[in-house]
């Protein structure tokens, strides 16, 4: 059964920083990229970060680049997402998600999602 579970969500204050993780089991990682999206209330769920199954290739959304940096360690199973100067507009529950090989950017890309971690940036 595969299973990706966010965490490190939170309250920050502007300005401040968060890293989220995603801990993946019951596929082989290092085999799949990893992407991250966000969802605030009302809106649609939106891409915001992805990384190749090897680490090499990064895309960032527009709003979130050079705040934000997406990285994984295949050892660990795991993939994380750094945030940084965190703004009002970036309140939204985040996911991650996974899909075989090269990066993706829309949320149709990918086959394997996790339950979303909240993170709240208050002004």
């Known amino acids: 059964q595969v299973q990706l579970v966010e965490s490190g969500g939170g309250l920050v204050q502007a300005g401040g920083s968060l890293r989220l993780s995603c801990a993946v089991s019951?596929?082989?990682?290092?085999?799949?990229?990893l992407g991250w999206f966000r969802q605030a209330p009302g809106k649609e769920r939106e891409f915001v970060a992805t990384i190749d199954w090897t680490g090499g290739a990064t895309v960032y959304a527009d709003s979130v680049k050079g705040r934000f940096s997406i990285s994984r360690n295949n050892a660990k199973n795991s993939g994380y997402l750094q945030m940084a100067r965190l703004i009002s507009e970036d309140t939204a529950e985040y996911y991650c998600?996974?899909?075989?090989?090269?990066?993706?950017?829309?949320?149709?890309?990918?086959?394997?999602w996790g339950q979303g971690t909240q993170v709240t940036v208050s002004s």
């Open positions: 998600a996974a899909r075989p090989y090269g990066d993706g950017r829309t949320v149709a890309d990918y086959e394997y």
């Open positions: 019951g596929l082989s990682f290092s085999n799949y990229a």
